[in-house]
């Protein structure tokens, strides 16, 4: 199943693609993204390729996302996203949900969290115990902080946002603009999607310390009064 997979994903490659790829997930020496090899897709087309391999097993999965091929790993990534929302048996959600836990050293990009950790991880956790994100809020990884704060948005889509505001204070000294965006980005959503007067009301406690592209992102819909005043806030 691997290697029809693989042929699939080696047909739709495209070197143009990849050369704009490699520069845009930042994969030069010492940058976030070192390493990281890209041969070209773009995500519509991993998607269809995802859907046509929905039955793939969990070896081929994991052999996926063990690629240094970052295409390869967002497919296994959409792979699971497509197992976990189209199936009601527990069991096997249960069993996603530990597999991508078990897997987050492959999940090591910020495009690979953000379309697949809230889809799993938050939609789980929306009815489980939810310290597993506190504990990677405070990892060293980056990218299982992101993971932590991005889940919280299955969260937010419920109305609930306590613990995107925990998990954002965990954050507030984060050395990573990669977790000051995602922070921000999910702070944004909770004025969006549940009120703007509970994230002005977390801003007014926080903004004075926040990283200022955190800021920002949180501020993006706000009028210009209200930007003005929190940036000014913001020393």
Known sequence: ???????????????IKAKILSGY????????????????????????????????????????????????????LEILVAKYENTKDQKLKDKIYKFYLKN????????????????????????????????????????ERRISIISTHAFIKEGQYDDTFNICEILLKDKH???????????????KRISMAIEMKFLDKHAKEM??????????????KSRIFYKNNNK
């Not at 999940?107 to 379309?115: A, G």
């Not at 603009?177 to 004025?191: Q, S």
């Not at 992102?217 to 210009?224: K, L, N, R, S, V």
């Open 104 to 143: 987050t050293k492959s999940i090591n990009n910020w495009d690979l969290v953000d379309l697949s950790a809230s889809y799993i991880v938050g939609d789980y956790l929306l009815k489980n115990d939810r310290k597993i994100l506190y504990k990677l809020a405070e990892s060293k990884n980056l990218w």
């Open 25 to 76: 997930f930042k994969t030069g020496k010492g940058e976030y993204g070192e390493g990281d090899i890209f041969i070209g897709i773009v995500v519509p087309k991993i998607r269809k390729v995802a859907y046509q391999f929905i039955d793939i097993d969990f070896d081929s999965i994991e052999r996926l996302l063990n690629s240094k091929i970052h295409e390869y790993r967002l497919v296994a």
């Open 177 to 191: 603009d990669l977790i000051h965006k995602a922070t921000g980005w999910m702070l944004r959503e909770v004025g």
């Open 211 to 224: 990283p200022r592209i955190m800021l920002s992102y949180a501020i993006e819909h706000f009028d210009d």
């Open 1 to 15: 199943m691997f290697t029809n997979i693989s042929k699939e994903l080696q047909k739709l490659a495209d070197p």
